[in-house]
């Protein structure tokens, strides 16, 4: 039973460009979730997917955008990269929208490790 | 908006021994979920252990529980029996559980890193 995948493990960009990151969800997985980790940092929310949809939004610039497809893989994508993106984007999937009522927990991938020179 | 704070930016603890890490958080809600999460050097998040904040008995899984106190707004988890695999940092976490705006997002701590000494 494969867990979540992401790729690449590791990208290096100079500031300016913009970066696609990739994750598949755990199987039986339909929502996707992607996360920032700053270098020794708890991780902070991005946005969240559902049924191809952004349901919720945290505290990130417009230059931060996601897609999912209807496999129910995602792919984040920054623009204008800046020095202060750099850091470990963690892509956690789950089962369902998760609102009231719904203990079920989130599961993560290994992350990419995107790094701004 | 929710806080999670855990004022222990390191731990340590000999193998076989017992130590326990805290985490406080702040919410105006009445319904939501608290994880640990451990996160080793090879980067993966790996769920420890969870509590619905309904339940008032506190959750269990092998060595790992937790110490929930609703009132006092502290989840603090447990390590029995410490081994050398439990050297990681470790996270606490909040969901909400009323939905509406709250969709799934984990609110997390600033993490704890734990050693654990042969």
């Known amino acids: 039973d494969a867990g979540v995948t992401q790729s690449p493990t590791h990208l290096i960009k100079t500031r300016g460009q913009q970066v696609t990151l990739r994750c598949s969800p755990k199987s039986g997985h339909d929502t996707v979730s992607w996360y920032q980790q700053a270098l020794g940092q708890g991780p902070q929310f991005i946005f969240q997917y559902y049924e191809e949809e952004e349901r919720q939004r945290g505290n990130f610039p417009d230059r931060f955008s996601g897609h999912q497809f209807p496999n129910y893989s995602s792919e984040l994508n920054v623009n204008a990269l800046l020095l202060g993106d750099s850091a470990l984007y963690l892509c956690?999937?789950?089962?369902?929208?998760?609102?009231?009522?719904?203990?079920?927990?989130?599961?993560f991938g290994d992350g990419t490790r995107l790094s701004i020179l | 908006a929710q806080t999670v704070t855990q004022s222990q930016p390191e731990m340590s603890v000999q193998e076989a021994e017992t130590v326990t890490l805290s985490c406080t958080y702040d919410t105006s809600e009445s319904d939501y979920y608290l994880f640990w999460y451990k996160q080793p050097p090879s980067r993966q998040m790996i769920l420890v252990i969870r509590?619905?904040?309904?339940?008032?008995q506190n959750a269990t899984e092998n060595r790992f529980s937790v110490n929930f106190q609703k009132a006092a707004k502290s989840f603090s988890l447990k390590i029995s029996d410490s081994q050398l695999g439990d050297a990681a940092m470790y996270f606490c976490?909040?969901?909400?559980?009323?939905?509406?705006?709250?969709?799934?997002?984990?609110?997390f701590g600033q993490g704890t890193i734990l050693t654990v000494h042969p």
């Open positions: 509590q619905e904040a309904y339940k008032q």
């Open positions: 956690a999937s789950s089962s369902g929208l998760q609102g009231a009522y719904s203990n079920q927990p989130q599961h």
């Open positions: 976490a909040y969901r909400s559980a009323q939905g509406g705006t709250s969709y799934g997002k984990l609110t």
